[in-house]
């Protein structure tokens, strides 16, 4: 596993890829390279998401899972306990240590 500065850097990226792929997509909605493109940016993301969520927190709502979520327990105020993981934290963009 990546550590978590790693993940986020990884979430970025891939994120901007995605973003921009969809400003193509927006005028260019045929091009089976950039659907191509597209899917397989969006796979990665959303597997990236999910390994951030369980072994940190959620960063969108999507991605919140009791069951799954922070199995390292860090910075959370619940250890051992299914909790609402979207209050774990502190989040990146609140000033997390990254």
């Not at 970025?12 to 973003?19: I, K, L």
């Not at 089976?32 to 493109?37: K, P, R, W």
């Not at 899972?65 to 390292?72: E, F, I, R, V």
């Given at each position: 596993?990546?550590?978590q500065k790693t993940l986020l850097k990884q979430i970025?990226?891939?994120?901007?890829?995605?973003?921009d792929l969809t400003l193509y997509l927006d005028t260019h909605p045929v091009d089976?390279?950039?659907?191509?493109?597209f899917?397989?940016?969006m796979d990665q993301r959303k597997q990236l998401l999910k390994t951030y969520a369980?072994?940190?927190e959620p960063l969108t709502i999507n991605c919140v899972?009791?069951?799954?979520?922070?199995?390292?327990e860090t910075n959370t105020k619940y250890a051992g306990q299914k909790?609402?993981?979207?209050?774990?934290?502190p989040l990146p963009w609140e000033g997390?240590?990254?």
């Open positions: 596993m990546a550590d970025t990226e891939v994120s901007f890829t995605v973003n089976e390279n950039a659907l191509t493109a899917k397989q940016a369980e072994n940190f899972c009791p069951d799954t979520n922070n199995k390292t909790h609402f993981t979207w209050v774990d934290g997390g240590n990254l």
